[in-house]
């Protein structure tokens, strides 16, 4: 017969407080404690949770986007926990893009902008997709297409590749974006440049160029909109 498990009690208490009352009834380190009960099964967590929540600054967000090098710093953190809350943070950004595709959400501006927003949430490499859009303004496809993944100093674009999806999937619009992790959702002179570029493309072959955005966090911005770069498409 197996020995019991010491912190059994306490485990099931903080889950019957949630269970009963909800995630807002907890204090943040009894979230990540409760989050860690599924990585950790046979440890006390209470501290680790405490040492997240102070390294991180009280934040899911800081704790979530962290490399796993920085959060196996806190004592108690391994391979298992590391895997464990970069899954529930992958999960979250789906279950948001799943939200964003829902019937009556993907045909205005807003509705784009947020679809982006979802995409790039908890992403730390720098990336550039395409959406395409038919005449209706409304997302043809389910999820944006990655154009390039990659940490650069100035966004790499394969124009023909973007070129023959927005032609395969007989597009009447497009839009492009990109992520600035830990930058500022405002575009670089090379961001200026590409967009420039793309509109005289895609201008030449009778497809709309909407616009191309900066992604930050929960912050976009359009370049079209930007004040120091006034062009028409």
Do not use: W
């Not at 002179?189 to 616009?211: A, K, Q």
């Amino acid at each position: 017969m197996g020995k019991e498990n010491p912190h059994e009690g306490h485990r099931e208490r903080l889950k019957k407080k949630y269970k009963e009352s909800g995630i807002d009834s907890l204090e943040f380190h009894e979230i990540i404690e409760l989050l860690l009960f599924y990585s950790l099964p046979r440890i006390d967590t209470n501290k680790i949770a405490h040492e997240l929540s102070s390294k991180f600054g009280g934040s899911l967000a800081g704790i979530f986007e962290a490399s796993g090098e920085m959060l196996e710093e806190v004592k108690g953190v391994g391979d298992a926990t590391v895997v464990f809350l970069n899954l529930v943070r992958d999960l979250t950004r789906l279950y948001n893009l799943e939200l964003s595709n829902k019937p009556g959400k993907r045909t205005g501006i807003k509705d784009h902008e947020e679809h982006l927003i979802a995409h790039f949430t908890g992403k730390q490499k720098e990336e550039v997709v395409l959406i395409t859009l038919n005449n209706n303004m409304r997302r043809i496809s389910e999820k944006p297409y990655v154009i390039y993944t990659g940490s650069v100093n100035s966004v790499k674009v394969d124009t023909q590749k973007i070129v023959k999806i927005a032609i395969d999937n007989n597009a009447s619009g497009v839009i492009i974006a990109h992520n600035h992790p830990n930058g500022p959702d405002y575009p670089s002179p090379e961001d200026m440049i590409t967009t420039r570029r793309l509109s005289g493309i895609f201008s030449e072959i009778n497809i709309n160029f909407i616009d191309h955005y900066v992604v930050s966090d929960k912050k976009i911005s359009s370049i079209r909109n930007c004040s120091v770069y006034n062009y028409t498409i």
